[in-house]
């Protein structure tokens, strides 16, 4: 058991308590990350100045300064004491989480690099298909770049009629929602709805009735089969909501002030989806769910798609999307 203990605790009488030396050692782990150290170069400052680790020596690793950083218990249990603030603790994996996605990100921009950044994010609102983008008389002079419901022509007849995009248009959409939520950053904080969020002591409740159970040797009983249950259920919805704040918090941390341009690196990393409806409408939506909705007056006078007799018929799909 020993052992296994996270540095920062120690045992006393069968019971684990904060080790008031260890535990500043964890709490500067977490400080120092926030302040923008990797995790290298804090394993290296703890080896220098030979702070003694779980195991009582200094050979520390940026691994094992990654696992302090992502073990849930310092956020305190039924068995361990708090070490960390739980807001402090889902900064760092806010952090941790954005820092992986921009290397995920920098991968993939050098294997497609003509992937555009619209692709798979916007969606016809009428039929629910993806919009593809679409160049009419590809080469000429006159070349026109649109982007269009995938539905729109389907077996050789045009079947989804909502309205086409240039992409430039696409991009005043998501910068005007996402100055949106700069402008009112209150937006994020009203967001999830309150029902969503349970509280954990239904959690901590089940699991200790279920020890119980187990200890008295019911395994037959009915109800450790339901409280099992229960508890996957509870697990799951608190997941929903680690997620949803570790999702927020990267929102706020992309969002500091107002964009005077398309930003593509804050657009693919907090925009999920753009949905546009035919009457003009468009829906903008953030990673974590929230919904920023607009009306474009011009495109709700467009008759059908804006494109006129001559034209229909000559447009490809190009190999980006
Ligand atoms: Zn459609």
């Not at 952090?95 to 016809?124: D, P």
Request: positive net charge; charged residues 30%.
């Amino acid at each position: 058991m020993q052992t296994h203990m996270p540095i920062g605790y120690k045992m006393v009488d069968g019971k684990i308590q904060i080790d008031k030396e260890k535990s500043k050692t964890v709490k500067k782990i977490f400080t120092e990350y926030l302040k923008g150290k990797s995790l290298l170069s804090i394993a290296k400052n703890l080896k220098e100045s030979r702070v003694a680790n779980a195991n009582n020596k200094t050979n520390w690793t940026h691994g094992a300064v990654g696992k302090i950083l992502e073990n849930t218990k310092y956020m305190g249990d039924e068995f361990y004491p708090p070490l960390i603030t739980k807001e402090k603790y889902q900064r760092v994996q806010a952090k941790r989480k954005h820092k992986e996605k921009q290397v995920g990100k920098t991968h993939q921009l050098n294997s497609t690099r003509n992937k555009n950044i619209f692709a798979s994010k916007v969606f016809c609102g009428e039929c629910g298909e993806p919009y593809r983008k679409y160049i009419e008389h590809s080469g000429k002079a006159w070349e026109k770049v649109r982007w269009k419901c995938k539905k729109y022509i389907y077996q050789n007849r045009v079947k989804c009629t909502n309205v086409f995009y240039f992409e430039a248009e696409l991009k005043t959409v998501a910068l005007n929602a996402i100055n949106i939520l700069i402008a009112r950053p209150k937006l994020l904080n009203h967001w999830p709805p309150k029902e969503i969020i349970k509280p954990n002591k239904e959690l901590t409740e089940v699991e200790k009735r279920i020890r119980e159970i187990k200890e008295n040797g019911e395994f037959s009983s009915q109800e450790l089969a339901r409280l099992i249950f229960k508890r996957a259920e509870l697990v799951y919805n608190s997941s929903k909501i680690n997620d949803y704040e570790v999702r927020t918090q990267t929102i706020k941390e992309m969002l500091t002030e107002k964009l005077t341009g398309f930003d593509e690196k804050i657009f693919s990393v907090i925009v999920s989806k753009i949905v546009i409806y035919k009457d003009g409408r468009v829906e903008t939506q953030f990673i974590n769910g929230l919904k920023v909705s607009d009306t474009l007056e011009y495109k709700r006078k467009e008759d059908h798609n804006g494109c006129s007799k001559k034209e229909s018929g000559s447009h490809t799909a190009t190999d980006e999307v």
